[in-house]
């Protein structure tokens, strides 16, 4: 009895608790309690708290709502985001007949209000466990109907589980996320995430008025390309459709799971739970999460693997629009259809696996099957793609107008589509045919390398054997036989996909651009631009030339790179660039001083020796310029550019061409108007190297206030008049050097002479350039004045290089 009794008051005491609690609780707003800055709410599960806060090391005051619970500081809305209080003198108050309005109490005025919607007898405030803040009338029920304001109608960056993220056609309003505009400052920013309701609604991540982001439409589970974790029994995703609006809802079974998206300062739309162990926020999705995800980046008909470099590639029976730009990487023209669609007796092929396109362009229908969406499709020519609206119960339908935009591929979480094609595209015969000439065109091309290989492999062994019978230089043949093969994949990357920051200029047949490898060792990759068809034989000259050879004076080839029709050379990097660069610059020119144009003269010498002589091709180079030149970091010289290289076999001392290839200003006579070349012809154009890198100065193009005669010319007058130092007299500062000078142009005048016979060989310049012994004396050189030879227009083919004033020309003998 005694126990009963006990029981009986305990419940009285309990239930009158309970009602002081309520009448004095601690998570509302009204007439009589308002919130003044250093006070706080807390809702009645203790989830959230509203009050005063800084952000960051800001000092300004803000109104917002955080995790009550959680020791990191996370607000998830703010009132007054564009109106901080300088002061601690805020009053968060509700007021009749029905606003919640932030004041400055020491100044007496508001800074901010909630919107007035209707009038209710006594407004109150009260703070959810779900984190919305309400403002409804304290005798009304709590339902959302009653509520007359509501923070969840007006998220900052942070949607909470219950808001609806979408548009409500009753009132006009959206609920959409914007971004602070950074960690200290919940003022709006640039970045917005919303939904957008042209064609099928999609959600859209801007940066002001800039799609960055898209992801849509729902399937039934996820937007598409925005998965979520399925079959969750703590929560659901759903998306709503109806007369009243369109939005996208999570509701939270299990209220100990703490879930939100976050819109960042930096336009991250993140995902994140409260790991109570760890008591970490764990972030577990972030988008946009790659390139991929960036607005149409691979442009129409593309389709973006971020597992490939590089990552854009066009739909499978899609080509290139601009296929120039494609290759460099420009993927804005998107992509077109290899056979136009002639809209009767179209079909459609079946992509999987991708991130549904732009459906800004659509309709849809929730009833029809799959098989009445392709029939919905084909009634409208301009209708390019369909497929299942729902992916959850397999039904509806969404057909696609016009381009198809945005897609990319998702291994996991992709969806079908099916593409609108040509009949022909379809047919399975045509399609075989296709496939069979592809891979025979590639099998051609592989054929035709093997044999490339396989010709100079024979030539190697032929040579080496020659070189052998005569004793001569000999080097290990398995050496000279690598040529490494770089994937095309690897100069990409380290070409940063052919940035334009790493191009380095317009070589012999093509663009070049420096890149580094993964090891950091730095390269210069030259292309072989498609259009040139000249291209095409020099570049493969070069391979076979330069692959064989080794010298300290040459220019290295590390490998090549051939895929379809991309061919690329892999060169070592020079990081001071060609000579002429450096030489005809008046800023840069004073770097060079006379030991080391000396040291770069001899550098080309024994190059060029080693071409004429040592290896065992004997190869004259036939364009050697200041612009075939280049400089390593050491500033030692290296022989660039084989493609117009000539091999010399056995006794053969010199040959004719009719198609002459080289530069005006360093050819010698015979070879610019006979045709005629040998190392003679290699000579002249070294003495001519020599004669620029003392003087300064340009042959061609030279002038002079006295006469009108070229570099050749000027040097030679001098000469003969023992005015040599004169051509060197810009640069030269050290009276000790002037010998050296002297004696240097005149080995330029040997070489420049006009007849073949009375050049020195290269073994000799080098001898003249070591020794102190007497040199014979200098003959007239060839093509001391102006005049260049009669070269037929058509026939001249030009070839970019770094400098505009270096022309390769070739002219065709007009006999
Ligand atoms: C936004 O989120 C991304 C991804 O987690 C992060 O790298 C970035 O620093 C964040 N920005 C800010 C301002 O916190
Ligand atoms: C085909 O679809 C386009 C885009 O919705 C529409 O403008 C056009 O009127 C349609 N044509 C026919 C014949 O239905």
């Not at 509203?50 to 955080?66: A, D, E, H, M, T």
């Not at 919905?376 to 057909?399: D, R």
């Not at 300290?552 to 002429?580: A, F, H, T, W």
């Not at 010399?648 to 290839?661: I, L, Q, S, W, Y």
């Amino acid at each position: 009895m005694d126990a009963t009794w006990k029981g009986f008051f305990l419940l009285v005491i309990l239930i009158s608790l309970n009602f002081s609690i309520s009448s004095c609780s601690t998570d509302i707003i009204n007439s009589i309690r308002s919130v003044r800055d250093g006070e706080t709410i807390v809702s009645s599960g203790g989830m959230f708290e509203l009050g005063f806060f800084s952000p960051g090391n800001s000092k300004n005051r803000y109104v917002g709502i955080w995790y009550y619970g959680i020791p990191i500081k996370t607000i998830v809305w703010v009132a007054n985001r564009e109106s901080p209080l300088t002061n601690q003198a805020g009053v968060l108050k509700v007021m009749e007949p029905g606003l919640l309005v932030l004041v400055n109490d020491t100044a007496g005025e508001a800074v901010w209000s909630s919107k007035r919607s209707r009038s209710v007898q006594t407004p109150v405030a009260q703070l959810l466990d779900s984190g919305n803040l309400v403002l409804k009338d304290a005798e009304a029920d709590d339902t959302e109907e009653n509520y007359i304001w509501q923070t969840y109608d007006h998220p900052t960056d942070t949607y909470l589980p219950g808001m609806k993220f979408g548009w409500n056609f009753v009132t006009g309003a959206q609920v959409y996320l914007e971004a602070w505009k950074a960690n200290d400052d919940p003022a709006p920013g640039e970045f917005t995430y919303d939904l957008e309701l042209t064609g099928y609604p999609q959600v859209v991540l801007r940066r002001n008025t800039l799609e960055i982001t898209r992801y849509g439409p729902w399937n039934g589970i996820f937007f598409s390309g925005f998965p979520d974790v399925r079959r969750n029994p703590a929560y659901s995703s759903d998306f709503v459709m109806d007369k009243n609006g369109v939005y996208y809802q999570e509701k939270l079974f299990d209220m100990s799971v703490v879930r939100r998206l976050t819109l960042n300062s930096s336009g991250v739309v993140q995902r994140l739970t409260w790991v109570n162990r760890t008591q970490t926020w764990e972030v577990y999705t972030n988008r946009p999460a790659d390139n991929c995800d960036s607005y149409s980046h691979c442009g129409a008909y593309g389709i973006c693997y971020i597992q490939n470099i590089p990552a854009c590639s066009c739909l499978d029976r899609f080509v290139p629009k601009d296929s120039e730009g494609w290759i460099k990487t420009d993927w804005s023209n998107g992509c077109i259809r290899r056979t136009n669609l002639s809209c009767q007796g179209d079909g459609f092929i079946k992509y999987s696996k991708i991130k549904l396109p732009d459906a800004q362009n659509s309709w849809f229908n929730d009833a029809m099957t799959l098989k009445e969406c392709a029939v919905e499709c084909l009634k409208n020519c301009s209708c390019t793609a369909y497929t299942q609206l729902n992916i959850s119960n397999g039904s509806g339908c969404i057909v696609w107008f016009g381009e198809l935009v945005d897609i990319r591929s998702l291994s996991t979480d992709g969806q079908d589509i099916y593409i609108r094609m040509a009949s022909s595209e379809i047919d399975s015969r045509v399609m075989k045919r296709r496939i069979l000439i592809a891979s025979l065109t590639s099998v051609m091309g592989m054929i035709l390398l093997a044999l490339i290989l396989f010709l100079y492999i024979r030539k190697t062994n032929i040579d080496s054997t020659k070189d052998e019978q005569g004793g001569k230089y000999n080097e290990s043949k398995d050496k000279e036989l690598e040529l490494p093969f770089f994937k095309v994949a690897t100069i990409l990357k380290a070409t940063n996909c052919f940035s334009i920051e790493n191009k380095l200029g317009e070589g012999g047949f093509g663009p070049v651009y420096k890149g580094m490898l993964e090891g950091g060792e730095e390269i210069a990759v030259k292309c072989l631009s498609r259009t040139s068809t000249q291209g095409i034989d020099e570049f493969k000259n070069e391979v076979i030339f330069i692959a064989k050879l080794q010298h300290r004076n040459l220019v290295r080839l590390l490998g090549c790179c051939i895929q379809k029709d991309e061919n690329m050379l892999i060169y070592e990097y020079m990081p001071n660039k060609s000579l002429d660069i450096i030489l005809f610059d008046e800023t840069t020119s004073d770097l060079l001083d006379w030991p080391k144009r000396f040291h770069i003269i001899n550098g080309i010498a024994r190059g060029l020796l080693y071409l004429h002589q040592d290896s065992r091709l004997r190869i004259i180079h036939r364009d050697l310029k200041t612009s075939n030149i280049l400089l390593d970091s050491d500033m030692n010289p290296k022989i660039s550019d084989f493609g117009t290289a000539r091999s010399f076999g056995g006794n053969e001392t010199e040959a004719k061409t009719r198609r002459v290839v080289g530069t005006y200003g360093y050819m010698s006579p015979e070879y610019a108007v006979d045709g005629i070349f040998s190392a003679k012809s290699d000579v002249f154009s070294f003495g001519v190297l020599v004669l620029e890198i003392v003087s300064g100065k340009r042959n061609r193009g030279f002038s002079h206030s006295d006469h009108h005669l070229n570099l050749l010319g000027h040097a030679w007058t001098l000469y003969k008049e023992e005015r040599s130092h004169e051509v060197a007299e810009a640069f030269l500062q050290n009276p000790q050097d002037l010998a050296q000078v002297i004696r240097l142009i005149h080995v330029g005048l040997l070489c420049v002479q006009k007849k073949p016979e009375d050049r020195p060989s290269m073994s000799s310049v080098v001898l003249m350039l070591g020794n102190e012994g007497t040199l014979p004396e200098a003959k007239q050189p060839g093509f001391f004045t102006e005049r260049e030879p009669i070269v037929s227009q058509n026939s001249t083919t030009t070839h970019a290089t770094n400098s505009t004033n270096q022309l390769t020309v070739t002219i065709l003998d007009p006999r």
